[in-house]
């Protein structure tokens, strides 16, 4: 069972840190004074680390976590002030979207461990991956109505593609805060677990991800996403369908089921 360990204290604050176990990548964010609100050069960090991760045939399945009490306050507000000052700058503002959308389309399975309460941008950031199991005492909230904020269009797709369209206006337009059993009920959620159970039911999915024929996956998950936002290409879609009835994995999956064995791909 993999255990993360908390920062030690303050001075440990850092860009977002990449840990790798066996066939999984952690990534954790690691701001916990700021509740790990994220500042422009993690966004460098975790485009980089995305590259890393997909680069690395060993990975299969990738955690996104955050240090201490809290996953993410989301994007440091003082920093969209300031990058919305000038119209040079305003292509940098949509910084924030190009990381959710880049980690929406990593090609390997992704599971949020949300150790805490996720606000603000970072309920998108989570919202990219494809399971999230939260701790029963987390809580989340969409404060762009109180702030202000248009948020960008392809966060709002999220929102309603993954929990419809009450829900997504429910969040957006009220700013209200909903608690860990709401966040399950609606769909934001995969799992709730207590504190104690909570790396035991991140274990047991990623076990699960990371048996399952990688490119099978990569593949289905690409038509799956591409189905939610109603941009499927249908001739890509059927390709990799047909690919796939030829492949190795196929191969190996139909000879583990004959001999009664897990399948090693």
Known sequence: MTRLQPA???????????????????IRLNRPRHLNRLQ????????????????????????????GRAFSAGYDLGSIAERTATAQEQTAGSAFEVVVDRLEDLGLPTICRLNGGVY???????????????????????????????????????YVSRLGVDNAK????????????????????????????????????????????????????????????ASLDEAAADKRHRDSMHGEEIKEGVKAFAEKRPPRF
């Open 8 to 26: 030690a204290d303050s001075e440990a604050a850092s860009p977002p840190l990449l840990e790798r176990d066996g066939t999984r990548a952690t």
């Open 40 to 67: 422009p050069e993690d966004l460098d960090a975790l485009l980089k680390l995305f590259d890393a991760i997909e680069a690395d045939p060993a990975i299969r399945v990738v955690v996104l976590t955050g240090t």
């Open 120 to 158: 603000g941008g970072a309920t998108d950031l989570a919202l990219a991956c494809d399971f999230r199991i939260g701790v029963d005492t987390c809580e989340m909230f969409m404060p762009a109505a109180r702030l202000g904020l248009h948020y960008y269009k392809s966060g709002i797709k999220r």
């Open 170 to 229: 429910k969040l957006f337009l009220t700013a209200q805060k909903i608690d860990a059993a709401e966040m399950l009920r609606i769909g934001y959620l995969t799992a709730l677990a207590s504190a104690e159970a909570l790396d035991e039911e991140v274990d047991r999915l990623a076990a699960a991800l990371a048996a399952n024929a990688p490119i099978a996956m990569r593949g289905m998950k690409r038509t799956i996403n591409e189905f939610a936002r």
